[in-house]
């Protein structure tokens, strides 16, 4: 049984807005966090929070843009882009860390999702 499940990936303009989710059954308690790859570069953070809903933190290249929250009554993370830019293509990934505090590494996790796709077209 895969842990974290993202949905809600795909296709999009330059400028346009799109909804990540993660059904994350069994982590309300963790911090959460979406990090993002493309070919041949390591994975980097996006956003990140911690269980209790605080101290959510963004990529310098997300801020202003993209938005983390979470629903643990319904154990859900979500990540709204807006504003997509070609630089946003990616295979996006939800994590979970039993840590306390954000980490913006990505061996700071401790659960992976198997991704999904944001492909964003000029």
């Known amino acids: 049984q895969v842990p974290l499940v993202e949905s809600g990936g795909g296709l999009a303009q330059v400028g346009d807005s799109m909804r990540l989710s993660c059904a994350a059954s069994?982590?309300?308690?963790?911090?959460m966090a979406w990090f993002r790859q493309t070919p041949g570069k390591e994975r980097e953070f996006v956003a990140g929070?911690?269980?209790?809903?605080?101290?959510?933190h963004y990529a310098d290249s997300v801020k202003g843009r993209f938005t983390i929250s979470r629903d643990n009554r319904e154990s859900t993370l979500h990540l709204q882009m807006n504003n997509l830019k070609p630089e946003d293509t990616a295979v996006y990934f939800c994590?979970?860390?039993?840590?306390?505090?954000?980490?913006?590494?990505?061996?700071?996790?401790?659960?992976w999702g198997q991704g999904t796709q944001v492909t964003v077209s000029p």
């Open positions: 994590a979970a860390s039993r840590a306390s505090v954000l980490n913006t590494r990505p061996s700071g996790y401790d659960y």
């Open positions: 069994g982590f309300n308690t963790y911090t």
């Open positions: 929070m911690t269980w209790f809903g605080a101290n959510d």
